[in-house]
């Protein structure tokens, strides 16, 4: 849309046709008036460990193209921030992203070279000779902000990392293992989030896994603690290799599975084994090898309320990120779903038996995990404005509302019915 400020009136120029993922902009673009184009950062808006993308596009055509690679950014209503600046002096655009936790901020900065083309003229918008300065003033305020509420945590005050709950430490009574816990001669594996695996000499070794062994393995590990039989010989062939010939299929499996075992037998002692009914599974029972999956498991398979220990412990599950965030197999998506659903499902009962006046944290705590795997649950939003006003931080509170609002828009086309001041006189 243009803008006429001489006639006040608004126009309509074109349409730009949708980015595959739902994505939204940074907080500014940069435009190069030499030829009317712009540089913006555009971000998924449904995926809390995203990413920053540098496109280009014109302000007198839809097209756009992507450049350079993507910069990690994890997205959280109003605990992240993310903007695009402009350097006359290095001739680089400089991406800033910004992420609040536990009344601490983390400040990233990046730079980006230019596409040779661009000329950048004096007529930006951006006082762009200052961005040094003022990067170093964000900087600087921030520290300013945290040294004091520090401070003031130190008096008793209410202050905003108690509003937005610290990290609650796991008790040492809780049945579940705290697989953060660094133990001598133990195995990692990281589902939750990013795909991670630590050997027993605290190695990273995730890079030992190619795509197509680290897909072979999730294939029999989940199946090994779905159904403790694990898979047929058929089914990974149908799944890894579908349309081979079968003297090439099985090739390609047995290569790959003697490749896959001796990652096993060396970094984890765990056992690949092929029972006589023909199906793979690994034996990792009686070992020093601890799966976050397999601990959300064994709480979920609790029959009735959770304990709050478990319930917190589910919590810093969804912390660390959706369950195997970066890895799209068809097959997987079953699993995600059904962790998804369960979480929520296990929050939810949480939230309508927890007192919102006597623990408004831990509300906001809950309700923040529901968010990060479901942006747009109504019930999750509503209990932690609900928390956020009992705890007397109304605005924050309103800027949750109008987030989820602004996101229930562009996903249905509609407005949200509920207004936040019936939301606020529940609270």
Not at 10 to 18: A, G, N, T, V
Not at 34 to 49: E, H, K, M, V
Request: net charge positive; with cysteine; hydrophobic share 40%.
């Amino acid at each position: 849309m243009a803008f006429s400020l001489k006639n006040k009136i608004f126009q309509k120029k074109f349409d730009i046709s949708p980015n595959p993922e739902d994505s939204a902009f940074s907080n500014s673009i940069v435009i190069d008036p030499s030829d009317r184009s712009y540089y913006g950062l555009t971000f998924p808006i449904f995926s809390y460990n995203g990413h920053l993308q540098l496109i280009k596009g014109s302000l007198d055509s839809p097209g756009y193209r992507v450049l350079g690679s993507r910069i990690p950014f994890q997205f959280q209503d109003i605990s992240s921030f993310s903007d695009l600046y402009f350097s006359r002096l290095y001739k680089k655009l400089i991406a800033v992203t910004i992420k609040n936790e536990n009344g601490k901020s983390q400040i990233k900065v990046f730079t980006l070279s230019l596409p040779p083309d661009m000329q950048v003229e004096s007529g930006f918008s951006h006082k762009n000779k200052w961005w040094l300065i003022l990067l170093i003033g964000v900087i600087a305020i921030s520290f300013a902000v945290l040294a004091v509420a520090t401070f003031r945590r130190k008096k008793k005050t209410i202050t905003w990392s108690e509003v937005e709950p610290k990290s609650l430490k796991y008790p040492a009574e809780s049945p579940a293992l705290n697989i953060d816990k660094a133990r001598s001669n133990t195995c990692y594996l990281h589902f939750f989030g990013d795909f991670q695996v630590i050997n027993s000499s605290g190695k990273d070794v995730t890079r030992k896994f190619t795509p197509l062994l680290k897909e072979l393995f999730l294939l029999i590990w989940l199946n090994s603690i779905k159904n403790d039989t694990g898979i047929s010989n058929e089914k990974i062939i149908q799944t890894l290799w579908p349309g081979f010939q079968e003297s090439s299929a099985q090739n390609n499996k047995a290569v790959n599975i003697a490749k896959l075992r001796a990652i096993l037998t060396e970094n984890f002692s765990c056992t690949l084994t092929y029972k006589n009914t023909g199906y793979w599974r690994i034996d990792y029972k009686n070992r020093n090898v601890i799966n976050d999956y397999f601990e959300f498991i064994k709480i979920t398979s609790i029959k009735g309320e959770l304990s709050k220990p478990d319930i917190l412990k589910l919590v810093e599950f969804s912390k660390k990120g959706q369950f195997l965030g970066n890895l799209k197999y068809n097959w997987l998506e079953e699993y995600k779903v059904s962790v998804a659903n369960e979480m929520i499902s296990r929050f939810v009962k949480y939230l309508r038996v927890i007192s919102l006046k006597e623990e408004p944290d831990q509300v906001i705590e809950i309700a923040n995990a529901i968010l990060n795997i479901d942006n747009l649950n109504e019930e999750a939003m509503e209990n932690k404005c609900k928390g956020l006003i009992t705890l007397g931080r109304h605005t924050v509170a309103k800027e949750v509302y109008d987030q989820f609002a602004r996101e229930f828009r562009i996903l249905y086309n509609a407005e949200y019915e509920k207004s936040f001041t019936s939301i606020a006189g529940q609270a």
